[in-house]
């Protein structure tokens, strides 16, 4: 098992960004702050959406893998009315046939974030 951290990226001290374990990567809960910051890139939730996917991006890289090696993607979404702004930024990253996917709303986040993304990666030989 390996624990990754990228250096860089905003992150608590109380997790990594991600872990690696056999060909599974697990990318722990990512927002959609501004490099070397804290602070989250202005906007609301398709900016936050965009700069988090951004963010996960960075991380799969550093574990050996892409936005193509996505499988299952968790996202938060601190109001259900920013659910279409959050929904078209990631469909700008993914595509017309994105990972499987569930959004789940009204939650309260980290930073005040509008957006809280994690997901799980296969990791290619």
Same mark, same amino acid.
């Given at each position: ?21 056999? &060909? ?10 501004? $490099? ?10 398709? $900016? ?13 890289? =550093? ?32 595509? =017309?046939?994105? $990972? ?7 939650? &309260? ?8 993304? &994690?997901?799980? =990666?296969?990791?290619?030989?």
């Amino acid at each position: 098992m390996e624990k990754v951290v990228v250096e860089g990226l905003a992150r608590l001290p109380s997790f990594s960004h991600a872990v690696v374990a056999g &060909d599974t990567i697990y990318v722990s809960g990512s927002l959609g702050t501004l $490099p070397d910051s804290m602070e989250l890139i202005p906007g609301g939730a398709g $900016p936050e959406t965009t700069q988090t996917l951004s963010n996960i991006e960075t991380i799969l890289h =550093a574990s050996g893998a892409s936005l193509d090696d996505v499988v299952k993607v968790n996202v938060y979404v601190s109001d259900m009315a920013a659910f279409n702004e959050m929904n078209n930024a990631y469909l700008e990253v993914f595509g =017309a046939s994105p $990972p499987a996917r569930i959004t789940v709303g009204g939650v &309260d986040l980290a930073l005040n974030a509008a957006v809280e993304i &994690d997901c799980i =990666a296969h990791k290619p030989a």
